[in-house]
Structures are given as C-alpha cells and as structure tokens.
C-alpha cells in the first residue's frame, strides 16, 4: 500500500504516541457479556470481519508511521488479507514472526498485537470452510487501535466503524442458517457451498474507504467490487511483501487457475 486510504485522518502520526501498554487484557473489549458494539458486528460473513479487522490495523499503523519499526509489516499483513479473502493459499500468515518479545516498547506491543488480531483471522484451517466468523477477533482489534489513536481522533474512528458495518449490514451479511458442520451434509460439495456462503464474496480495500466509495453507489455494485478486487490483486508485488505466496508456491498448494487475477463474479 503505497498511498494513505482516504479514511485515514490526515496528519494522523503527527503527534507522539502517549497510550500505555499493559497487554493485550488490559486494552481489548469486554467479552463477559454483549456490548452494543458486539451486537451490531454480529452476522457478519468471514470475509466482513477480516476487511473490519485490516482497517483497524491500517488506523493503528497509520498512527504509528515514522514512530514504530512494525509499521510496514503491519500494512504488508493487512494488504495481503484482501488477497487471503479470494484464496487461503495467497498468503503465508507466518512468514513474518510477529510473537511480541519480552521488554518490547508500548508502540510496538500494541502494533504487533493489533497484527495478531488479523493474523488469527487468517487462519484458514480454522476459518475457511466453518460457520463461524472471526467476530471475536475484530472486536478486539476495533477496541485496541481505538485505544492507541490520540482521544481527539477516536470519535472519528468510531464512527468510521459504525459506516464500516452498516455497509457490512448491505454487502456482507451472513446466511440465515442455523450452524451446521461437515458431516451434516451428503456430500463434501455440499459443505463446502454452505461454508463459502459464510465466507462471503472478497472485498476490495475501498470498501473501507470515506465517507461513501462510488462503486458502492453504482447500478451494480457487486461487479464494481469484483472488478476492484481484481484490480488489487493484479498489482499485488509477491517479491515485495513476505505474506505473499509466488504463483509457483500456491500451485504447489492445490491453486487453480491464474494466480492474482480475480474472475469477477466467481463463486467465493
């Protein structure tokens, strides 16, 4: 990602970082009961909730910029979440080794930490073909990169997340089905139609984009969408960004078809 997305306030890093860091406990939200926020995320598809989660790590990056050695890793790892969305093998979520180590400074505590929360996400032996969703996940991660912005900046960033999932509510909406696994199905072909619907369609990074992306108020925005995922696909650079898996490794893994390159209107 070479250029700020549009919904990143300008001057965002200009002032010094002051939040505190006491651990990833201490700065997350409150999963002893729902809260209002919990409930309004929920049933949401897959693919929603990493696009949600990418976002709040852009704001945390953003905020950290020239301030943190994790900044670019940060931005390569959401980048490449939005390849992830159209297939697993597109990223090795390992590649970079973002385990926090001892004595590590709060900017870059919080930062890795706030990568984490999407690296769970990417778990595709987890999330791929399953009826849940990584909800738990960007809840945290919206509340920890709220806690790292300046408290002048966190109302904007909390109404970004309430357009964020009302367009989410539109162009990401979970099936209405009750949970169901694998071994509920005739056939493997079943389950995986079930589970893909769940996963939802892939978004594109504009998607996130303020205050209304154009293609979302175009006569036909799903192949608007489409087009702009492929469009990020395409100029992906897998020598540049370690998440990115080279055409020759996802062959290897079982990939299909043309590598970074998104056929519009393909099933997800």
């Known amino acids: ?19 505190v860091w006491w651990g990833r406990d201490e700065h997350t939200g409150s999963t002893r009961f729902p809260t209002p926020l919990l409930r309004r995320m929920d049933l949401k598809t897959s693919n929603g909730f990493i696009t949600l ?9 953003y905020r950290l910029q020239g301030r943190d050695e994790h900044v670019r890793t940060a931005l390569q790892l959401a980048e490449a979440a939005f390849a992830y969305q159209v ?23 919080a930062l890795l930490e706030l990568c984490l929360f999407l690296w769970r996400c990417l778990d595709h032996e987890k999330y791929w073909e399953n009826y849940y969703s990584p909800i738990l996940e960007t809840f945290h991660a919206a509340h920890l990169a709220r806690h790292m912005l ?34 509920d199905f005739p056939t493997v072909e079943d389950w995986k139609r079930f589970a893909a619907g769940h996963r939802g369609r892939p978004l594109p990074p504009e998607f996130l984009d303020g205050p209304q992306p154009t293609m979302l108020l175009a006569a036909e925005p799903q192949q608007r969408m489409d087009r702009a995922v492929d469009r990020h696909l395409r100029q992906l650079d897998w020598i540049g960004n370690p998440f990115l898996r080279t055409p020759d490794e996802m062959r ?12 519009q209107g393909e099933a997800p």
């Open 150 to 183: 300046p408290r002048d900046v966190r109302p904007a960033f909390g109404r970004w997340v309430e357009v964020i999932i009302a367009r989410l509510n539109i162009f990401a909406e979970k099936p209405d089905e009750a949970v169901a696994q694998a071994e």
């Open 252 to 263: 290897a893994l079982g990939f299909v078809g043309e590598p970074y390159v998104y056929e």
């Open 87 to 109: 297939d697993w093998r597109y990223v090795d979520r390992d590649a970079v080794d973002l385990r926090i180590p001892p004595g590590v400074s709060p900017t870059s505590g």
């Open 1 to 19: 990602m070479t250029m700020t997305p549009t919904f990143i306030l300008a001057g965002l890093a200009a002032s010094p970082p002051t939040f």
């Open 53 to 61: 989660c990418a976002g709040t790590v852009m704001w945390g990056a």
